[in-house]
T-cell receptor
Framework: GAVVSQHPSWVICKSGTSVKIECRSL??????MFWYRQFPKQSLMLMAT?????????EQGVEKDKFLINHASLTLSTLTVTSAHPEDSSFYIC????????????FGPGTRLTVL | GQNIDQPTEMTATEGAIVQINCTYQ??????LFWYQQHAGEAPTFLSY??LDGLEEKGRFSSFLSRSKGYSYLLLKELQMKDSASYLC??????????WGAGTKLIIKP
């Protein structure tokens, strides 16, 4: 069964609004969570690495003030897309690294964001 | 429930051929992805199959049988740089990705 969940699965919002996406590890504590963005039939683009209790590390070209990441607990990380625009429409995928097995990374089912 | 199965680890020799299998049971099917992931890096897209059959792309080929809930990734002329994890993922009826746990491929000289 799934070990990483995301909520919501789908979201449609108006341009200028903010959207929060949750990523939860269900069966383990995740010291590190990753946020990706995926365009159709393309590789996952890493946006940021989130460590519990500290600030996220953003990849070059990703606006940290636009994509707010909070990793408040060992089982929850949130990505907030602020002032969303149509170009932010995409498939956002999170993953969580099992702290007990550093090389095991579990991926979430993704959240499809459509900005009108 | 939804489930994707793939071997945890495989070992192959440089220059050889290896086939990584993936079986799935999902609520609907809107395509199957294969990704390659090197340690510490983001997954790289390899293939997307939505129709039955074999799709070849250079040294990598991917096969799909929807009736059997089965896919495989075939890697030819293995190179040391092919050592990585290979992830199988299915897009279900709600367009949610169901991920396999990944197959760690070890290439030996």
């Amino acid at each position: 069964g799934a070990v990483v969940s995301q909520h919501p699965s789908w979201v449609i919002c108006k341009s200028g609004t903010s959207v929060k996406i949750e990523c939860r590890s269900l069966d383990f504590q995740a010291t590190t969570m990753f946020w990706y963005r995926q365009f159709p039939k393309q590789s996952l683009m890493l946006m940021a690495t989130s460590n519990e209790g500290s600030k996220a590390t953003y990849e070059q070209g990703v606006e940290k003030d636009k994509f707010l990441i909070n990793h408040a607990s060992l089982t929850l990380s949130t990505l907030t897309v602020t002032s969303a625009h149509p170009e932010d429409s995409s498939f956002y995928i999170c993953s969580a690294r099992d702290g007990g097995e550093a090389d095991t990374q579990y991926f979430g089912p993704g959240t499809r964001l459509t900005v009108l | 429930g939804q489930n994707i199965d793939q071997p945890t680890e495989m070992t192959a020799t440089e220059g050889a051929i290896v086939q990584i299998n993936c079986t799935y049971q999902t609520s609907g099917f809107n395509g199957l992805f294969w990704y390659q992931q090197h340690a510490g890096e983001a997954p790289t897209f390899l293939s997307y199959n939505v129709l039955d059959g074999l799709e070849e792309k250079g040294r990598f080929s991917s096969f799909l049988s929807r009736s059997k809930g089965y896919s495989y990734l075939l890697l030819k002329e293995l190179q040391m740089k092919d050592s990585a994890s290979y992830l199988c993922a299915v897009l279900d009826s709600n367009y949610q990705l169901i991920w396999g746990a990944g197959t760690k491929l070890i290439i030996k000289p």
